[in-house]
């Protein structure tokens, strides 16, 4: 049976970002989405086994970068590795930025850093519900859709 969330696809790829007592990760997520305008809020959700839940869960903070079509090898790096093993600025070669609590990817277009004001619990996921603290754009850029596993498309 085909999974029914792949219905929804292709869906925009961002790479979450967040550090806690100097242990960082960057991990490829296409469940990402807006929840609110006024004020801005944002949803993401994280498997529990991910590093970056924990980084999360315990920092209360993370960052959304919106990935380029030019930054597709490094987000497969990211989805590929763990952060609890590798350091994935270095394998990128992305600069790492600092936002107001946590780290930002430099090369990203725009980066939505958000506070944690909720966790959700869905199923195998935990939602994070984030307020917008900080945004940071560098430019214009398409983004990438995940269209299946590994698969990209640019639009």
């Known amino acids: ?81 763990s952060g609890r093993d590798s350091d994935k600025f270095a394998a990128t070669g992305w600069k790492r930025e600092e936002g107001k609590k946590t780290v930002l990817v430099g090369e990203a277009p725009a980066s939505i850093e958000c506070e944690v004001e909720k966790e959700i619990e869905a199923g195998d996921h935990v939602v994070f519900v984030g307020k917008a603290i900080n945004v940071v754009k560098r430019g214009d850029a398409k983004g990438i859709y995940q269209s299946g596993g590994t698969e990209f498309i640019g639009l």
């Open 1 to 81: 049976m085909e999974k029914p969330y792949h219905l929804l696809y292709p869906m925009r790829v961002v790479l979450v970002s967040a550090r806690y007592e100097g242990k960082e990760s960057i991990m490829p997520a296409a469940w990402c989405f807006p929840l609110s305008s006024d004020p801005p809020m944002f949803g993401v959700a994280i498997a529990k086994k991910r590093f970056t839940y924990s980084l999360i869960h315990k920092s209360k903070a993370f960052a959304i970068n919106l990935a380029s079509p030019d930054m597709q090898e490094g987000v497969l790096l990211c989805g590929s590795k």
